[in-house]
């Protein structure tokens, strides 16, 4: 078996190759019936004729004679290839089987049967791929090869999509975290300050406050963000658990954000009286947890289920802007349009709630969003709901315009308003661009001046104001960038109840607001500069009200593993609003410097040390709540009456983490 495989092998190339025929021997007639094949074999070179003219059929094959024959058809072969990855014709194959049956008939006496040359076929499809392979390996076209493995890859691609992977990741943080550190002598005025929108940026906790009338001057808060604030004396640690699966293409993460461990007691400031000092989690000496959220997703679409962080329903802010929140999310696209649809509510057992859903069709250069909004606010008993359209659109290259029309109602307070506002984008160049916007927010918006609805927006003002911005942005090279910014808000409102300016009449001043930006980066260095002056803050030409801030910040790669930064921050103003505590003449400068060291791949040491110092009046505006005993026994420490209060607190807060 193996000397006829050898044999069809060489044969097969000879066959597959000659086109045409040799010529013939005076003892093979052409009508002798291995006339054809004999002639294929002397047109290839492999056999040839005796000197006297004959072939000499009858004569048994040497082995020499056997070795030239195979010498030749090998020198064959590699001119041959290209034609060999086509395959076997039919008129091959038959011309091969009537080569071996020639050989087979002279040199072993014995006939070809048809079993024999039904396994001929067999051998000779079977080498047709074998060589197939080998033409590979020699540098043949094989494109008939490729292109099966291409088909034979897709049909495997295509089952591993259909395959369902059942794929589960955990993965997780654990950080303790240690702070020190000192309000100073004057608590208040430094919680204040740290309080503001140009240093932490976050709300202190203050209790619902009525006038004599029982009129609501401020709702409260639910504590605002007492656990933001640094405390005086503090050491826990916080368990990070994110959960990854993968069912059928359907992605699923699961995050616990965070589970709170105290250690000790919290040592602080008790702001307002508040349950909590400022700094405490909140957990006592009992684990609890804080957040937890799964996000489900396939494709283009995401459900969001849990706590949502700094969760703000729409770019505008006309309707909910909050930083802790909880509900559900869907995103994703549904009939051809882009769908958001949500419902939430504020934390801690709160029963206010929002819904709506938005809807966005793109047409190209332009996209055109439905939005319908409702909140059902249980805690003024009061429902409110938002109707608008927005557009934008690309008119250029350069120019992106948007727009949008807003329609508010209140149910009970039977009020209805509207809210417009236009903005445009345009790129000059690579190097210069421009934006400018107009708002305007009707009188009686989500309840206007004479009716409180605790909607949770986020505007420039609660209502009744235009507003107008215009910006441009200069990039002067590769390391260096400048920003300007101006702003004007009309906008009348109560004057600001401070001492000597009570019944005086509405404010009629225009809040005009300066900025100027300036990003650079120098060498490793990351800078970044402004400086914003304000005018007329609160509006009013009955007491000064101007204010003016400056920040510098800077952050270096030390090395890999260690990232150091700082920022200063520089303010002064004349009269100051926090949360319904009025000041006056508050100036401070808040600098912080962090140390971000990487030990392994899965322990980090982060350090920050914070320092606010400067001085403000505090004012009385409070008389009529004020609690001497609290004040006594140490839970409010607010100057009442005019006085000069210092601004002076220090922290240091320093964890580790590691990662899993």
Known sequence: MKRLTITIALMLVVALAMPAFGASFSDVPSDHWSYNAINKLVAAGIVEGYPDGEFKGE???????MAVMV???????????????????TGQAEDVTAIVKSLMEKNTNETLSDAQAEEVADIVDALT?????????????????????????????????????????????????????????????????????????????RAERTDANGNVLYPGNDGG??????????????????????????????????????????????????EYVLGDQGDGKDIMMDTGRLDISKDNWMLKIGDMDDYDVDE??????????????????????????????????????YYGAAATKDFGKTQVTGKVYQGSIDSEGERVTDVAVAVQSALTDALTVTGEAVYNELNEADTDDSLFQIGADYKLSDIWSFRGSYQTVGDEFNGGEDYYTGVESDLEEDYDFDKYTLGTSYVVNDNNSLDFDVMMVEHEADQPPVQGLYNTGKTDEDKMEYTVGWNNVYGKFTNHFRVSYIENDYYTDAIDDDATVVELGTEFPWTEKTTVSASVVNKQADLYDNEGIWDKDMQYTYLTAGFDHKLTDNVSWLTEVMYITGDVEQLDN??????????????????????????????ITTSLSISF
């Open 129 to 205: 791929f074998e060589l197939r392979s080998e033409l590979k390996v020699l540098g043949a076209d094989v494109d008939a090869l490729g292109k099966d493995m291409d088909e034979l890859e897709a049909k495997v691609n295509a089952l591993e999509t259909d395959m369902p992977k059942d794929n589960i990741e955990f993965s997780g943080k654990v950080t303790a975290v240690f702070q020190a550190g000192s309000y100073g002598d004057d608590k208040s005025a430094t919680a204040e300050a740290l309080a503001d929108g140009d240093a932490l940026d976050i709300d202190l906790p």
């Open 59 to 65: 004569q048994s094959m040497t082995r020499y004679e």
């Open 225 to 274: 963000d007492y656990d933001d604030f640094p405390a005086e004396q503090a050491f826990y640690q916080e368990f990070d658990f994110v959960v990854n699966a993968e069912v059928s293409g359907i992605n699923l993460d699961f995050v616990v954000d965070t589970i709170t461990n105290g250690f000790t007691d919290y040592e602080g400031y008790r702001y307002d009286n508040y």
């Open 316 to 353: 505008n802010a006309y309707f909910f802007d909050v930083e802790d929140a909880e509900g559900v999310e869907f995103t994703g696209p549904v009939y051809g349009l882009d769908l958001k649809a949500f419902a939430i509510g504020l934390d801690e057992g709160d029963e206010d709630e």
């Open 71 to 89: 010498s030749r058809a090998l020198d064959n072969i590699v001119d041959e290839m290209e034609a060999m990855g086509q395959g076997l014709t």
């Open 622 to 651: 409070e008389a009529d709540d004020y609690d001497s005993a609290v004040d006594a026994a140490g839970f409010s420490d607010r100057i009442i009456g005019e006085g000069d209060a210092d601004i002076d607190g220090s922290f």
